[in-house]
């Protein structure tokens, strides 16, 4: 880490800035604890000939309301983090909390109420229809009957801007951007209070990408929800985040608001956003106003 004094409203590792507004009733937890907690996180990759560590006493707090985003080079362990807040992959030391529970523990039945994971490209099964795919968490509780499923996957598919005309559509016959609308209303299916979105415009034209970052935004401001987002593109970046968390050098190096970020002295963020993408950073900078 560098060993420079981050510029004032940066904070680097843990702290925490406030919180955007909104409300989540099914969020359970006392008003101002954190939604995601990681302290003092190891994780370790052992193979018979080497040992790699991803991530040493990385420390992140993420608060109700937030967007954060994670950015870093390939490999420093950005999708391995998500996969640890969703309780798939188990840390080598540290804790991992999610809404006030361990994160090993989402791994349970049900856990689809508590956090929803919008994977790279959909992830959707592809001999499901689109209803079958959408209602598919709330089929394997084996408690609701059948009709109710329906409707509730019906609506969900509405709140991602599909009509029920998709609704026996196969996933070979959608676009890349209606694949992403329909993981997304999976992912929403029971109503979670967090939402972890892995490259959630990587694939998509310009256009489509605009409207999904539109549909993310929109969504994020009616259910309260809070967000924990990797992402390489930076409109989708700046159009969404309230806050950026920089891992490097096996940890979060700095974190804040995007224009305090950018201008964290680091030869990754240097990179990032100064470089050849430095024009259009700036761009943003100057286009949404959740980046200033
Ligand atoms: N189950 C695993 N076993 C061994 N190594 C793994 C495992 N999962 C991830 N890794 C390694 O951990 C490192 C971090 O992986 P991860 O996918 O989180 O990177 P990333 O930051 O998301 O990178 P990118 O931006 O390229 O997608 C990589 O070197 C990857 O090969």
Same mark, same amino acid.
């Given at each position: 880490?560098?060993? %420079? ?14 919180? =955007?507004?909104?409300? $989540? ?6 008003? *101002? %604890? ?27 707090? =993420? ?21 640890? =807040? !969703?309780? !798939? ?23 689809? $109420? ?11 099964? $592809? ?25 509730? %996957? ?19 016959? /959608? ?19 967090? !939402?972890? !979105? ?50 490097? *050098?096996?940890?979060?190096?700095? $974190? ?6 950018? %201008?964290?002295?680091?030869?990754? =963020? ?14 943003? /900078? ?7």
């Amino acid at each position: 880490m560098s060993a %420079a004094r981050p510029p004032e409203g940066l904070s680097t590792a843990a702290a925490r800035p406030s919180s =955007i507004q909104g409300d $989540s009733s099914s969020f359970a937890q006392a008003g *101002d %604890a954190p939604v995601v907690e990681i302290s003092k996180l190891w994780t370790v990759f052992r193979s018979p000939e080497r040992e790699t560590v991803i991530h040493q006493d990385l420390d992140l707090s =993420i608060s109700r309301g937030e967007v954060l985003s994670l950015v870093g080079g390939s490999g420093t362990g950005k999708t391995v983090l998500l996969r640890q =807040i !969703l309780g !798939l992959e188990r840390a080598a030391r540290g804790q991992v909390t999610v809404l006030g529970r361990p994160a090993a523990r989402l791994g349970e039945r049900g856990a689809a $109420s508590r956090v929803g994971m919008l994977f790279q490209h959909g992830a959707l099964f $592809s001999a499901f229809t689109v209803l079958e795919n959408v209602a598919f968490p709330l089929r394997e509780l084996k408690t609701l009957p059948g009709a109710l499923i329906r409707d509730a %996957a019906m609506v969900k598919l509405q709140m991602v801007g599909l009509g029920p005309e998709h609704a026996r559509k196969m996933p070979s016959d /959608l676009s890349g951007g209606m694949i992403k609308r329909v993981a997304l209303a999976r992912a929403l299916i029971m109503d979670p209070p967090l !939402l972890l !979105l892995d490259e959630p415009t990587a694939g998509l034209d310009p256009e489509s990408s605009d409207g999904f970052c539109t549909l993310l935004r929109s969504l994020h401001r009616e259910l309260g929800l809070t967000v924990v987002m990797v992402t390489h593109d930076l409109d989708t970046l700046f159009e969404l985040s309230t806050r950026i968390a920089v891992l490097a *050098d096996r940890k979060v190096i700095a $974190s804040g608001r995007p224009k305090d970020v950018i %201008a964290f002295p680091h030869p990754f =963020i240097r990179d990032f956003f100064l470089g050849e993408r430095g024009q259009r950073a700036m761009e943003l /900078l100057r286009e949404y106003p959740f980046a200033v």
